[in-house]
């Protein structure tokens, strides 16, 4: 098990970042002395525990002691600022629909008959920018251009707008979201809403990625007909989410962000 953590699969020469059965056998080769069928090697990993596993994906530039002191320290702090304010708490983000993104998923089919499925194969996206709280409240915007300054802005003040209250909103280092039009915006408007940027290259702690992974699985843009076809169904799957606050809720109870809500 040690050697497990002491090695990678490029170690050995196997040209990969993922612990398959036949590394694990190059390893225990290595290490033991002992060649074993790439059957025994999963019967043996079971025995001791382990199971094959999709990997969760981090950025070589994301820096466990800052996600850990946003994690143990700042959000903590937050949380505690916006409950002594009575304050709104929300988490944005923005992601962008693209008509040549292969459809997500797989399909049955006969065996050696690859299903095949009709796209538009024409170019064309979307953006959106969401925003969700724990207790099932959602906002959002589709818009087809870039994201800007002003788009944000005009997104925090509809936030703001719509909750009645002074708003604690929690986002990534976008950009736009540290831009000096931004910087201004929220000076101006200091009374009603206040920015926290997360640690950089780290979006796994932002419960609205996981609204993202909703809409993109549920939103099929390869095959949408044209960039308001897919805006219409963007926004067509975002109100539905609006009315279904305990899917919302859903979100902030997968584990990795549970920390949210604790």
């Not at 304050?87 to 008959?113: F, I, K, M, Y």
């Not at 308001?228 to 305990?246: W, Y």
């Amino acid at each position: 098990m040690q050697a497990m953590r002491d090695y990678t699969p490029a170690d050995l020469g196997q040209g990969g970042v993922m612990w398959t059965r036949a590394s694990v056998r190059t390893l225990i080769r290595l290490v033991c002395g002992v060649s074993m069928t790439e059957r025994g090697v999963g019967k043996w990993l079971r025995r001791h525990g382990f199971t094959p596993q999709r990997p969760a994906r981090r950025s070589y530039r994301q820096k466990d002691d800052e996600v850990g002191r946003w994690l143990q320290e700042e959000y903590p702090a937050i949380r505690a600022r916006a409950s002594g304010e009575k304050a709104e708490l929300v988490w944005a983000d923005q992601c962008g629909l693209r008509s040549d993104t292969a459809p997500p998923g797989r399909s049955w089919a006969p065996a050696g008959q690859t299903p095949l499925v009709r796209v538009n194969g024409r170019r064309f996206r979307v953006n959106v920018m969401s925003a969700l709280a724990s207790r099932g409240a959602l906002w959002s915007t589709v818009f087809p251009g870039r994201f800007t300054s002003q788009v944000f802005c005009a997104f925090l003040e509809r936030i703001a707008r719509h909750a009645g209250r002074k708003v604690h909103v929690i986002a990534d280092r976008h950009p736009v979201h540290h831009s000096k039009a931004v910087r201004a915006w929220l000076a101006e408007n200091a009374e009603r809403v206040e920015l926290h940027l997360m640690p950089g290259y780290s979006p796994e702690p932002n419960p609205d990625e996981l609204l993202n992974a909703d809409l993109k699985h549920h939103v099929h843009a390869a095959r949408a007909t044209s960039a308001d076809d897919l805006a219409h169904e963007t926004r067509r799957f975002l109100r539905r989410r609006q009315k279904q606050p305990h899917i919302v809720c859903g979100y902030f109870a997968v584990r990795h962000v549970r920390y949210t809500i604790q």
